[in-house]
């Protein structure tokens, strides 16, 4: 929200100067030192640590006294774009401050997300005129009125309407005449139909089109067959799309990224795709697929990113993955692939991310990864993999991200991870996993994210967390934790993510204990002996988006007066 200038300028250009005649350097130069504070230590800097530049104090200063200016169309367009900014990033920016922002010529307006955004701040939005090339409006009231105004706004180049429940195919309409449109995004917009979309026939500039869970789309595509230029088309979970729509879009041969996730699409429907060579990321999970398929994917020499997870793929055909030598992303995972489609992969030297969740791959499969030195992440949670077939990562020194949850893998297993110490990710919700097993990964000093939830990990073996300085996440659950294994934790000062839930020995005492973990943003104690009182040692933690409580001592009231009290940022809470 707020996002920089997407045009960078010096901040006194020369068209800015003159603009509408209403600025002159020396009015500009007395309305910055009449604003610049003296001395104000509660300037928000947005970097720790770094002495605020003469012009965050200037905006800041703004943003404390924005209700003594009544306009600042006088000023350069870079300096109206930063207070736009801060206000919005702040969350200062109401009806009455946006008036300010009449005829600034401002190039961003992201407002999306933002509470209270309508009609009538279109108005507002219209006036910027021929400046104006982003806006995001989206989860906002708006309406067809309110879009209708956007024909004020001919250069516009990045619209986005995501979650707008007050917008029609009427409001479509008004977009026809914005031919400047490169990037135009409706995420699940359920008042547009396949009719409405004829208002996209006229966008021939149009690179990005996100419609995700527009779920009356259906025949809508053949409106889109003539955007040459387009590149991405997101049509992720529009459970209405068939092969007949894809056959609509065989012609767009620029596309680079299609996402069909979750859509009706079959064998059938991914022929039509044969003629689109420049396919770089391609997204069909969910899609009632099968291994058929992947003699047209084969084609796609420049597949980068390839996502076939839940489509029914077996080992048939799973050869023709060899011919995707460029390929850095796939995901196999919930598919009915065993170590015979493994082999096929062991020369893709390219590739970054495997995922093989629920697949039926054993250490033996494993061993056809040995060669892939390139791989950060490696998802083989409720496989067959075990102890032994750890011995044929050992050699894979980029990796960052590994799963192991639900496999057979054990304490002894894990001290084969011992060397791999770029490993920033680690999964290991498994009953097998004991104190030992975390005592012998304590070398992985880099870890940021570790999850254990369903480990029996005790108070003892969370003395191996003062390894672990850099760990943002944590998960600690369905143990045997008590309040004197959260002092192994209280030290953990990076951590943003806390959860644990299901340890029912936990007492009021941890929340004391955690309280000085000002950077937590999430915490999760639930099924625990928290009570009322304890809740008072959460207030330092300003920070706090969400709170999970559920089945202990604790009242919904008392949580609440919690939140208005004390933690401002609080979005969720549990219980409520």
């Not at 020396?26 to 002495?51: H, M």
């Not at 054993?362 to 409720?382: A, C, I």
């Not at 799963?403 to 110490?421: A, E």
Request: charged share 20%.
């Amino acid at each position: 929200m707020g996002g920089a200038c997407s045009r960078k300028r010096e901040l006194l250009d020369g068209d800015d100067l003159h603009r509408s005649g209403r600025y002159s350097k020396s009015g500009s130069s007395k309305w910055l030192l009449l604003t610049l504070p003296r001395c104000n230590t509660n300037v928000s800097v947005r970097e720790q640590g770094k002495c605020p530049s003469l012009m965050d104090l200037c905006v800041a200063k703004v943003r404390e006294d924005i209700k003594k200016h009544s306009s600042f169309s006088m000023l350069p367009r870079d300096i109206s774009q930063l207070i736009f900014n801060e206000l919005v990033a702040s969350h200062s920016l109401n009806d009455g401050s946006l008036e300010a922002f009449r005829d600034c010529a401002l190039q961003d307006m992201r407002v999306g997300e933002y509470p209270a955004v309508k009609d009538g701040w279109m108005d507002i939005v219209s006036s910027q005129g021929e400046s104006l090339l982003s806006l995001d409006i989206s989860c906002s009231d708006v309406t067809d009125t309110g879009l209708s105004l956007l024909k004020k706004c001919p250069s516009i180049q990045s619209l986005k309407c995501n979650y707008c429940d007050q917008i029609s195919d009427n409001g479509l309409g008004h977009l026809s005449g914005l031919s400047n449109l490169t990037s135009l995004s409706f995420k699940k917009s359920n008042c547009i139909t396949a009719d409405g979309m004829r208002a996209f026939t006229n966008l021939v500039n149009l690179v990005n089109l996100d419609l995700e869970r527009c779920l009356k789309i259906n025949g809508g595509l053949v409106h889109i067959k003539d955007l040459k230029k387009l590149e991405s088309l997101n049509i992720r979970y529009c459970n209405c799309i068939t092969d007949a729509d894809i056959e609509s879009i065989s012609g767009l041969t620029n596309l680079k990224e299609l996402q069909v996730s979750c859509c009706k699409v079959t064998d059938a429907g991914i022929t039509h795709l044969k003629g689109l060579s420049k396919i770089a990321h391609l997204d069909l999970e969910g899609c009632p697929l099968t291994s058929a398929c992947l003699k047209v994917i084969s084609g796609f020499a420049l597949l980068v990113f390839l996502n076939l997870s839940r489509c029914g793929v077996s080992d048939d055909g799973s050869k023709s993955f060899s011919a995707l030598q460029k390929l850095k992303v796939l995901n196999l995972g919930f598919n009915n692939i065993s170590d015979v489609c493994l082999v096929h992969l062991k020369d893709l030297f390219n590739l970054e991310s495997l995922n093989f969740d629920s697949c039926r791959i054993s250490d033996e499969g494993l061993l056809n990864l040995k060669g892939l030195l390139q791989l950060k992440s490696l998802e083989l949670s409720d496989t067959g993999v075990g102890n032994n077939g750890l011995n044929h990562l050992s050699g894979l020194s980029n990796l960052e991200s590994l799963n192991l949850s639900f496999t057979s893998v054990t304490d002894g297993g894990l001290r084969k991870l011992s060397g791999l110490t770029s490993i920033k990710s680690l999964n290991l919700d498994s009953r097998q996993i004991t104190d030992s097993g975390l005592a012998a990964i304590t070398s992985l000093t880099g870890l940021t994210h570790l999850d254990l939830f369903g480990a029996r990990i005790s108070d003892f073996g969370t003395n191996c967390l003062k390894y672990f300085k850099n760990l943002q996440s944590l998960e600690l659950c369905g143990g045997s934790i008590t309040d004197a294994g959260v002092k192994n934790i209280k030290d953990l000062k990076s951590l943003t993510q806390l959860n644990l839930s299901q340890n029912s020995h936990l007492t009021d005492k941890t929340l004391e204990l955690i309280s000085g973990l000002t950077g937590l943003t999430s915490l999760n104690v639930s099924n625990s002996r928290i009570t009322n009182a304890g809740l008072q040692h959460l207030k330092p933690l300003k920070n706090l988006q969400s709170l999970t409580l559920e089945s202990c001592k604790v009242s919904a009231n008392e949580m609440k007066k919690l939140q208005l009290s004390s933690l401002p940022n609080l979005l969720s809470v549990r219980p409520e």
